[in-house]
C-alpha cells in the first residue's frame, strides 16, 4: 500500500521554482534515507535526488546547482526545492524510502527503495 505522500507540484515557467515535499503518518522519515524520483511520458523512471539519514544529499548531474533535498524532522518531512526549472524536468514525481543497507553507490537504484508514494506532477512550460 502507498505510504508516503507527495505535494507541492504544479506548473512552472522555464527559470520558474517548485518546492515538493514528501511525508507520512506511518514511520520516521529519519530512519530511512528517502529519494526523489521522475518519470516522464514514455520515459524510464529516473533518479533525481537522495538524502540519507545523515543528511548527506545525492544528485543526478542534471539537477546539481539547482536542485536541493532537505529533512525537516519535527514535521516528518523531505523537501525537494526545485529551481531554474527547465522544460525536461517535467515529470510525475515520487518519492520512496530505501530498503537498507544504504550504500552511496546505489542511491540512485530504483529496485533499492520501497513506500513508493502514488506521485506529484511537475509541468515546466513556456
Known amino acids: 500500500q502507498v505510504q508516503l505522500v507527495e505535494s507541492g507540484g504544479g506548473t512552472a515557467h522555464p527559470g520558474g521554482s517548485l518546492k515538493l515535499a514528501c511525508t507520512t503518518s506511518?514511520?520516521?522519515?529519519?530512519?530511512?534515507?528517502i529519494g526523489w524520483f521522475r518519470q516522464a511520458p514514455g520515459k524510464e523512471r529516473e533518479a533525481v535526488s537522495c538524502i540519507s539519514k545523515n543528511d548527506n544529499p545525492y544528485y543526478t548531474d542534471s539537477v546539481k546547482g539547482r536542485f536541493t533535498i532537505s529533512r525537516d524532522n519535527t514535521k516528518n518531512t523531505v523537501y525537494l526545492q526545485m529551481n531554474n526549472l527547465r522544460p525536461e524536468d517535467t515529470a510525475v514525481y515520487f518519492c520512496a524510502a530505501h530498503k537498507g543497507p544504504f550504500y552511496v553507490i546505489d542511491w540512485y537504484e530504483a529496485p533499492k527503495y520501497d513506500s513508493w508514494g502514488q506521485g506529484t506532477q511537475v509541468t515546466v512550460s513556456s
Open positions: 506511518a514511520f520516521n522519515l529519519r530512519e530511512r534515507a
